[in-house]
């Protein structure tokens, strides 16, 4: 709940530190003395709009910070978890600050911690719900209708299924429909494709294939040259007169003649005897050689043809030969992939199919459990609303199937009502007036009490044209809300002062040559005093505190 609010320099206050107190806390005072200052602060402090009269000093900052303290276990988890999302530490108690510079700037703090003026909004409204004197025309929005239906269900699971199941869905479908696009502007891509993939197939060509020709088609073309060398190389070594085999087998007899004269030569015979071996095989490896170059006209012939047919594929392709195949390789991918395409759109569409089928199974859990929850909170809002001097009211919900699902499920949620007998129910903007809509909210206010998950309700002079016993109903149903609930409200009606657990007066006064608001609590005799006050006639009288006394002594 709400704890302290400390004010500087804002509107009508210099400087306000005010405790709040749990319970129903009024806020009394002449017309124009500022209650709803208060409320306007606090509504600062969480993110609201600034007013344009917002810094009474305007040499100086504005200033609000409200401190809270949280002991409802599931409220606290969800404002922790908000924080942890946030990047914020999470702590058993929490600041909220907002401070307006005289240049109209706005800077916002959680914990003491700079943040945006959008988070300070996010966390104000897991913290305090303001029902001004305008804010019951939010009852009329389906969203609001929807969302008290829910809450007052208690079945965050169902609710957060349904949107799970819906965004999932939607994905499965963008996936889809991304891939049908993709399909159809790759059409003609296939196309050319499909040609460029079947005249490679046609080519055939083979991984190491051009490297290959070109080694042969070097060979075979200079076949006349290298025969011819080949030849010189035989006549040397063999087949002249002064061949190097004569040569070596007369250097051999030589070696011979030498031996017979007792000359040790053994060892010079046998390297000359090893070099005539060795230039006969050598001989023999050239004959080979060149015996390889003959009939082979008609290869080479081939080997150009292919490679002809090779560099022409490639300058169709804009590519290098030496590159063609490993292009072919990456075309043939990229065909196949396309090939599969229909494959792949299957496959979505039938991912698309289970996801829908799943949004409408927890769709339809969540309709059931809608119709119940609303049966319910009807039949208590009914019963309150014939305390609020509106006992013909017929409150009930409705359900009306959207024309497309959302992440909220299949139907719109629509209050109606009827303030006449017999009449049939109709929407609450077509039935309720201003002040049927004010009590309404209240008796909603009520009716979902125990459900509520914000500890702070601040309703400002929600009793707005109501009086009499009506208004004595109107504290007593605040009073009750109180006891769940930390609640503030202004008010005019002394049946609504007198069932507060606490109550503030606002009073304005002249300071200065300027007017300042003070609010202060009241105690005993004070609170008596006021309450007489606003029942109305002299103040002062026994009969008026009289008065005062039995409406304060009724609560």
């Given at each position: 709940?709400?704890?302290?609010l400390d004010v500087h320099n804002y509107t009508l206050v ?162 889809l429909r991304h891939a049908q696009q993709q399909a159809d ?371």
């Open positions: 709940m709400l704890t302290h210099d400087e306000l530190n005010l405790e709040i107190k749990c319970g129903l806390t009024t806020l009394t005072g002449e017309t124009g003395a500022g209650k709803s200052l208060l409320l306007d602060a606090i509504g600062l402090a969480i993110g609201n709009k600034a007013r344009g009269d917002a810094i009474s000093d305007p040499t100086n900052n504005a200033e609000v910070t409200a401190s809270f303290e949280l002991s409802h276990q599931v409220i606290q988890a969800k404002v922790q978890q908000w924080l942890s999302d946030n990047g914020l530490p999470a702590q058993s108690d929490y600041q909220l600050k907002r401070i307006i510079t005289p240049q109209g700037r706005s800077r916002c703090f959680i914990n003491g911690r700079a943040v945006t003026l959008t988070q300070l909004q996010h966390l104000g409204a897991l913290l305090v719900n303001i029902h001004g004197q305008h804010e019951h025309q939010a009852l009329l929005n389906h969203h609001t209708q929807r969302k008290l239906v829910d809450t007052y269900g208690n079945y965050p699971h169902l609710t957060q299924a349904v949107k799970d199941a819906f965004n999932h869905w939607q994905s499965a479908q963008n996936a502007a790759m059409s003609a891509q296939y196309q050319l494709l499909k040609y460029q993939v079947e005249e490679l197939e046609q080519l055939n060509l083979q991984a190491d294939e051009l490297q290959n020709l070109e080694a042969q088609q070097k060979r075979l073309a200079n076949a006349e040259a290298s025969q011819s060398i080949s030849q010189n190389i035989i006549d040397t070594s063999r087949d002249n007169e002064f061949s190097i085999q004569n040569q070596l087998t007369h250097i051999i007899g030589q070696i011979k003649e030498l031996q017979k004269l007792g000359l040790n030569s053994s060892e010079a015979y046998e390297l000359f005897n090893t070099a005539l071996i060795h230039n006969q095989e050598a001989v023999d490896a050239i004959e080979q050689f060149a015996l390889s170059f003959e009939g082979d006209e008609s290869s080479l012939q081939a080997i150009e043809l292919r490679l002809s047919e090779i560099y022409t594929v490639a300058r169709k392709h804009k590519i290098n030969p030496a590159a063609l195949y490993s292009h072919q390789q990456e075309l043939l991918a990229e065909f196949a992939q396309l090939n599969n395409s229909d494959e792949h759109i299957q496959a979505l569409e039938e991912a698309v199919n289970e996801a829908q089928a799943t949004y409408n199974q927890n769709s339809q859990q969540l309709t059931a459990a809608r119709v119940i929850a609303a049966k319910k909170i009807s039949k208590a809002i009914n019963q309150h609303l014939k305390t609020l001097a509106m006992s013909d009211a017929n409150f009930c919900i409705t359900f009306e199937p959207l024309t497309q699902p959302s992440q909220h499920g299949d139907e719109n949620t629509t209050f109606l009502i009827s303030t006449i007998p017999n009449k049939p129910p109709a929407p609450l903007h077509k039935i309720a007036s201003g002040g049927e809509l004010s009590r309404i909210g209240l008796a909603i206010q009520v009716a979902t009490a125990t459900t509520h998950t914000i500890p702070t309700l601040i309703f400002d002079e929600v009793d707005a044209g109501i009086g009499g016993t009506t208004g004595n109903v109107v504290g007593n149903l605040l009073r009750k809300l109180g006891t769940n609930a930390q609640v503030l409200c202004v008010t005019h009606l002394a049946q609504v002062a007198s069932k507060a657990h606490n109550h503030l007066l606002v009073q304005k006064s002249k300071y200065k040559n300027s007017v300042r608001s003070t609010i202060q609590y009241l105690q005993h005799d004070a609170v008596i005093s006021e309450v007489a006050r606003m029942v109305g006639g002299p103040v002062d009288t026994k009969a008026s505190l009289a008065h005062a006394r039995e409406m304060l002594n009724s609560r």
